[in-house]
């Protein structure tokens, strides 16, 4: 974090304070910033879809440093912004100690589904579910009966995307090989492409044609090596199809943009406190079909995921989470 | 483990190393002269960052490179005149450096290419955008040649060029700093200041060239980082290579054909916890990554220790040079 940074924050903070705004709806972002071509962004993407269709406008802060979490919260808060969205996991705490102050502020959480405030509406995505398409694509697209997960810092969230996408895979061929690799246990783990490369490289050498990256900044590396050596890989979060034309198979898409449009476009009358859960049915997680990967999804790839999500929505198929018993009955980390 | 399995972890070893010997040398170079240096991470990191950028912009790798060791060498040149010239915290001046670096290139990455903090792939910017992997001659037919030839064609052969420049760099740099005049008198400045200045060389001269090299072989780690592991820039990439630079630094105890040695063998740390694999079928046991990845600091620490030998700095390290009056 840079002191220009800091500054910048400290300016757009003081901005708020001035400029109080009656029931103006407010987005707060997490670290990794409103341009990380992936969570914070994908959220920056719903509001700007809701202020271009409404006309209307709304507040946005970035925390650029844990300290500040509960102090701009508070300010939002406080400037009068309602419905407030603040993402990520990492500020549970921070609505734990700022929500119950304002009890007529309205907020919304992304990521976490396990608080109990009545002003609080809190959205989780069922991303295994998500995984589990993209593993069985993965597996049909594979060759060689070998694919690969690359997962970036080791954390059960990171554990429910490969849990997901293992189980996708075995059901298409139950003697599928997957070779999972973490990047590491730090948070430097979301930002080392040469790592992520590298282990890529090495899942190649273990046979993988099929890599499927959940790992942020690193994964841009996983990507990228996977198209210099001629290996298919799997976008995550946003669309990442785009980034190399006809070598990503697919991408596993979490509809960040579409929770944060919701939670705006309901406002203040519309406002449900409790928990929502973004799942299959809701086209709230999904696979990513456009026309840079048009051409490595064959129409019978298309029609067996279409099934297997069907399946999974009308609750014939159960795809197990790994945080319930934190641990993964097919792929073992 | 079969040849090839063991031969893939070293090609990966290799890769790992690079950036690593780099830096180590960067160090070396900057503290045999007096001048401790914990910002290699941040120089690294500005120059993977400018190398990257300028190649996508140009189109043209060396440029790139070019322009990453120049950026390098300005935050050396900072370095420099904060520590050298106006006689502040070495300290103090690297851990600038590290913030300044970080926070710089996500805020020109953001004001020129609008992508959160990245450069765009390398990949869309032509054959030249960024170093790719040289096939050695006759590699092809030595592939067929049995186990040496499997050596030459897949560990020796096919790295970029970066690669072959790095290891050239250890020899130079002993036969810089130990059989040539100006190696003794840098290695001087930085164990008697004031020894030189009585000689009638200029110490401030001697530090400043020094921290020029480091500066320089700094910027080659980041434009191998960028363009030549990876093709962009993305943020924060370095990802500490440059401290565990420096604990293959005081792990070889300030010496280059040492540092090859030691960066050779975290490169190789790093590769096996890659392949956890391979590690299981040879220990039998389930090796946790983390210990493999844990290592070279716990090596670092065991040598300072004192267990294998002292390890003992060049003794005017960290301390401005005052001319006595």
Redesign the interface.
């Known amino acids: 974090?840079?002191?220009?940074?800091k500054f910048l924050g400290a300016v757009a903070a003081v901005g708020l304070t001035a400029g109080a705004a009656s029931a103006e709806p407010a987005l707060m972002y997490d670290l990794g910033?409103?341009?990380?071509?992936s969570f914070n962004?994908a959220a920056y993407n719903g509001a700007k879809r809701w202020a271009e269709e409404t006309g209307m406008s709304y507040r946005e802060i970035e925390v650029t440093a844990e300290p500040q979490r509960v102090e701009f919260a508070t300010r939002l808060a406080e400037a009068g912004f309602n419905p407030i969205v603040v993402l990520g996991f990492q500020n549970a705490a921070t609505v734990e100690e700022v929500a119950p102050k304002y009890p007529d502020t309205s907020f919304a959480i992304i990521d976490v589904s396990w608080l109990d405030i009545p002003n609080l509406q809190q959205i989780s995505f069922a991303e295994h579910e998500g995984s589990y398409l993209v593993g069985m694509l993965a597996a049909m697209a594979s060759e060689s009966g070998t694919i690969g997960f690359v997962g970036g810092m080791d954390v059960p969230l990171i554990r429910h995307f490969g849990c997901g996408y293992a189980q996708g895979a075995k059901a298409v061929n139950p003697d599928i090989n997957i070779?999972a690799?973490?990047t590491?246990?730090t948070p430097?783990a979301w930002?080392?492409?040469?790592?992520g490369?590298?282990?890529t490289?090495?899942q190649i050498?273990?046979g993988a044609d099929v890599v499927y990256a959940a790992a942020g900044?690193?994964g841009?590396?996983v990507l990228?090596?996977a198209?210099?050596e001629g290996i298919l890989s799997i976008g995550v979060d946003s669309n990442q199809n785009y980034?190399?034309p006809g070598q990503v198979l697919t991408s596993m898409l979490k509809r960040v943009d579409q929770a944060v449009y919701d939670v705006f476009a309901a406002g203040v009358e519309g406002f449900e406190p409790g928990v929502r859960v973004m799942g299959l049915e809701n086209e709230g997680v999904g696979y990513a079909l456009d026309e840079f990967n048009a051409a490595l999804i064959t129409p019978e790839m298309q029609e067996a995921v279409d099934a297997a999500k069907a399946s999974i929505i009308a609750g014939d198929t159960e795809v197990v989470a790994y945080y319930t018993n934190d641990s993964c009955p097919v792929l073992e980390f | 483990m079969d040849f090839l399995t063991l031969i893939q972890i070293l090609d990966s070893s290799v890769r790992l190393a690079i950036p690593l010997l780099f830096a180590c040398l960067a160090g070396l170079f900057s503290e045999r002269a007096g001048i401790f240096d914990i910002g290699l991470e941040g120089k690294m990191l500005m120059a993977a960052f400018f190398s990257a950028a300028v190649a996508a912009l140009t189109g043209n790798v060396w440029i790139g490179c070019l322009a990453g060791i120049g950026s390098a060498v300005s935050l050396s040149a900072i370095h420099g005149i904060a520590s050298i010239t106006f006689r502040g915290n070495q300290l103090i001046s690297g851990v600038a450096i590290n913030f300044l670096a970080a926070g710089l290139t996500v805020l020109v990455a953001e004001a020129w290419f609008s992508q959160g903090g990245r450069t765009p792939s390398l990949s869309g910017f032509g054959e030249n955008a960024r170093f790719n992997g040289i096939t050695l001659p006759f590699a092809e037919q030595a592939a067929e040649g049995g186990m040496l030839g499997q050596v030459y064609s897949e560990l020796i052969s096919g790295h970029s060029i970066l690669v072959y420049v790095g290891f050239l760099t250890v020899p130079l740099t002993w036969y810089l700093l130990f059989r040539t005049r100006f190696g003794l008198r840098l290695r001087a400045v930085g164990e008697n200041p004031a020894a030189v200045d009585t000689a009638g060389v200029s110490v401030v001269t001697l530090r400043f060239a020094a921290v020029g090299i480091c500066g320089v072989l700094c910027g080659l780690a980041g434009a191998y980082l960028s363009t030549g592991l990876q093709a962009g820039f993305v943020k924060d990439m370095s990802s500490g290579r440059g401290f565990i630079a420096l604990a293959a630094l005081i792990f070889a105890k300030w010496r280059p054909w040492y540092a090859l040695a030691a960066c050779l063998l975290f490169g190789f740390l790093q590769a096996l916890s890659l392949r956890p694999d391979a590690v299981e079928r040879i220990t039998q046991m389930d090796v946790p990554g983390q210990l493999l990845d844990a290592l070279p600091y716990i090596l670092t620490v065991v040598i300072l220790a004192g267990f294998v030998g002292k390890a003992i700095p060049p003794r005017a390290g960290g301390e401005p040079y005052v001319k006595e009056r």
């Open positions: 974090m840079t002191l220009v940074k910033g409103k341009f990380d071509k962004e070779v690799n973490m590491g246990t430097t930002n080392d492409p040469v790592k490369g590298e282990l490289k090495a050498s273990q900044g690193t841009v590396g990228q090596t198209a210099d980034l190399h």
